[in-house]
């Protein structure tokens, strides 16, 4: 069992950079696959990255290739999501998850058991 929770969301101007962090609790951890998703203001909620158990393996979104990096410290149990080159489609409210089977990258929302319970991005011009 694993309970999350982001942090690190805010206002931040176009072009800027923002990093958010998803604190995990669970003795199991570092054998789960971690996701990011988010969903803006009246739209699905959507896959943003994801990275493997032991991070030898990412997975991003074409909306932000290029531009956001996940990565996890096992150690410390937590996961990252680095953000640069914010745009205002980039504005949502921004999840972190956890599947358990951490050795398979899958974009789906059902592949990750466990959810966050989100942190605001908001970008503006």
Do not use: H
Request: proline share 1%; aromatic share 12%.
């Amino acid at each position: 069992q694993v309970q999350l929770v982001e942090s690190g969301g805010g206002l931040v101007q176009a072009g800027g950079s923002l990093s958010l962090s998803c604190a995990a609790s669970g003795r199991t951890f570092s054998s789960y696959l971690m996701g990011w998703f988010r969903q803006a203001p009246g739209k699905e909620r959507e896959f943003v990255a994801s990275i493997t158990w032991n991070a030898d393996g990412t997975d991003y979104a074409d909306s932000v290739k290029g531009r956001f990096t996940i990565s996890r410290d096992n150690a410390k149990n937590t996961a990252i999501l680095q953000m640069r080159s914010l745009k205002l489609e980039d504005t949502a409210v921004y999840y972190c998850a956890a599947g358990r089977y951490g050795g398979r990258l899958n974009r789906s929302g059902s592949a990750y058991g466990y959810w966050g319970q989100g942190t605001q991005v908001t970008v503006s011009s």
